[in-house]
């Protein structure tokens, strides 16, 4: 209870997990319950000082962490020791990147920009015949990164779709660990 009234409250949530236990329910259903909220997410690896390393060690955990939290893997992984004091402070400065990420502002021209050329080199699929034309997308005034896309047939629409602009979004524009909403909107 007092996680998610501490999740309610806040802008960024850093989930720490046990490097010697991996992630476990408790932390998939925290991650989840944060990123349904919109909040800005880094996940903190801890006791990685007691973890026998080799040579990928960090790289095959952290790919192990990204499957677990699927789809949303686009999330800062730091591996610290709270024992040691290991790189506790760029977990910190990861979550101020991710504050600022998850307040950023788009200007409208510049989104149109890339995303009405991403839209025309692939273009959303037809719905019965019916083709769906994406006119514009704006920013929405909320406190997190929320994208309205003005089409003709907004409730055709397919999910797949979706996943692509949301994907286009993040490589063109930096949202690096901020779940992001794409709303489609009748123009």
Not at 31 to 37: E, G, P, S, T
């Amino acid at each position: 209870m007092r996680a998610i009234r501490a999740i309610e409250e806040a802008d960024v949530c850093i989930l720490m997990i046990d490097a010697q236990t991996g992630v476990e329910a408790q932390d998939l259903s925290i991650l989840r319950l944060a990123q349904k909220r919109n909040k800005g997410i880094v996940i903190l690896v801890n006791k990685w000082d007691l973890v026998d390393k080799e040579t990928n060690t960090a790289r095959d955990f952290e790919k192990e962490v990204r499957n677990r939290i699927a789809p949303f893997t686009d999330v800062p992984i730091v591996f610290v020791s709270a024992l040691t004091k290991q790189r506790v402070l760029k977990g910190i400065e990861e979550a101020l990147h991710v504050y600022e990420n998850r307040t950023r502002r788009i200007k409208t021209s510049e989104l149109n920009e890339v995303m009405l050329e991403a839209i025309e080199r692939y273009p959303a699929p037809a719905h019965r015949g019916r083709f769906i034309r994406i006119k514009y997308v704006t920013q929405l005034p909320t406190y997190f990164p929320a994208f309205a896309f003005f089409c003709n047939h907004p409730k055709h629409v397919k999910e797949s779709y979706k996943n692509y602009l949301e994907n286009q979004l993040r490589a063109n524009f930096d949202f690096t660990g901020v779940p992001i909403s794409v709303f489609f909107r009748e123009k």
